[in-house]
């Protein structure tokens, strides 16, 4: 699925809502929320913090998707379009860190 397809899912969700869309703060403090569950689990698998016992495993994959939710809520109040963002970015990346990096080898992946 395209960022612009998911943009839209996620609009055509929203729509049926009267609520709509969060303000933007409110968005901001989601993403917080939504980045210190990723950060936490994330310092459970790899960190130095182990879980309590009684503590279920966390699932990183879904608290990604819970981070991308926020952030094409975000993008959609705004009138942002992610794909054509995103592809400005990698374009900045792919130029700026053009050589900054040490290459593979060809034939590597």
Known sequence: MSLRE????????????EEGYFHPLT???????EVGELAREVNHRFGQKTKKKDEADGDMA???ADILFVLICMANREGIDLEAAFERMMAKVERRDADR????????A
Do not use: H, Y
Not at 6 to 17: E, K, L, N, S, T
Not at 101 to 108: I, V
């Open 27 to 33: 968005n901001l403090c989601r993403l917080s929320e």
């Open 62 to 64: 879904m608290e990604m």
């Open 6 to 17: 998911c943009q839209a899912r996620v609009d055509g969700w929203i729509a049926q809502f």
């Open 101 to 108: 990096w040490t290459r593979k080898p060809e034939g590597t």
